[in-house]
């Protein structure tokens, strides 16, 4: 009863930002994701008759608190899906530098989902593990696919069909993705914390709600035709859009720093330069850069020269799920 798997983390060109219901973790708008290779989680999972409780095993530390909590309710899903009352040993290795301001809870429930239920002898669809993800960690749906997809935020209370379903594989575009790295990132609101926020108290969360179907529509279009400018437009306004919202939120917040802004106004003069390079920001400080692989040198080399950049790391489309 034992199964390992590995997943990717992915990064929103159209972001999730805000819940409809907390506790299954349903969305207000759909969204759409990059999953990208460089950064993954590899799960193994094995139950166990002779254990009392799960066991949880980060990067070789045991790990308790809140964070064994949400993996432990995690699996209870799974064994009340499996109708088996059986715990497990749960072994995690994480390739997602958390510096880099990738959550590593996308790859990491993805994984889980993966091993877990396969562990367990439960064969699910790809659209069942990603409704069944989704309910660890709402982004982390999306990257059971590679490539772009896009999760679906469903019309029904139960969310048997919220998931995220494939829109174009890795192969399908080799578009880049640099993640800048900030020296200090300290990040002082969590996003679930954020999304509550803004959700209940900004008086923009409508407008950002309303220009979603139409982001949606524009950004699978350049997907489709490769085109890159359109898909950077698109992404980089919406993470705006996305980041404008939490100005409005009682108390108002934001994730960015002066770095942050400094790394935003240089993308837009690279594009004043012919660079054709666009950014968007998850819930955080650090900022993600897009661009096509021709330009690689020159994105890097520009980004390096920022003073309070501490790196660049670059990424290529990833797979989805894999079992090893
Ligand atoms: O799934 P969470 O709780 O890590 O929230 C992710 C929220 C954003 O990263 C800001 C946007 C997104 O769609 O990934």
Request: net charge neutral; with cysteine; proline share 4%.
């Amino acid at each position: 009863m034992k199964a390992t798997a590995k997943a990717h983390t992915n990064i929103a060109l159209i972001k999730y930002w805000g819940k409809r219901n907390e506790p299954i973790i349903l969305p207000t708008n759909n969204s759409l994701s990059l999953t990208l290779d460089g950064y993954f989680t590899t799960t193994s999972v094995e139950f166990d008759e002779t254990l009392t409780k799960d066991q949880f095993i980060l990067d070789e530390q045991v790990i308790t608190g809140e964070q064994y909590e949400r993996v432990a309710s995690f699996l209870d899903i799974i064994r009340k899906l499996a109708g088996k009352q059986l715990y497990a040993s749960i072994t995690s290795k994480n390739e997602v530098p958390t510096a880099a301001g990738f959550a590593s809870s996308a790859s990491g429930f993805a994984a889980l989902a993966a091993a877990g239920t396969k562990a367990i002898g439960l064969g699910l669809s790809n659209m069942e593990l990603s409704r069944l993800t989704r309910q660890g960690s709402g982004s982390a749906c999306r990257s059971i696919y590679g490539g772009f997809a896009e999760w679906q935020m469903g019309k029904k209370e139960d969310g048997s069909d919220s998931y995220a379903i494939p829109i174009a594989p890795a192969e399908h575009w080799d578009i880049r993705v640099a993640a800048v790295v900030l020296s200090s990132t300290k990040k002082k609101v969590s996003s679930r914390a954020g999304m509550k926020r803004t959700v209940e108290t900004s008086p923009f969360f409508q407008g950002w709600l309303d220009s979603i179907p139409q982001d949606l529509t524009t950004i699978k279009e350049g997907i489709r035709h490769r085109d890159f400018q359109k898909v950077g437009e698109i992404a980089e306004a919406n993470c705006l859009k996305m980041h404008a919202t939490t100005l409005g939120a009682n108390p108002p917040f934001t994730y960015w720093h002066d770095t942050t802004i400094a790394v935003m106004q240089k993308i837009q003069e690279m594009r004043t330069q012919n660079i054709p390079v666009y950014f968007t920001i998850d819930a955080g400080p650090n900022v993600k850069v897009l661009y096509l692989p021709e330009y690689e040198k020159i994105v890097e080399e520009t980004l390096r020269s920022l003073s309070g950049v501490a790196d660049i790391r670059l990424s290529k489309p990833g797979q989805g799920v894999t079992y090893l």
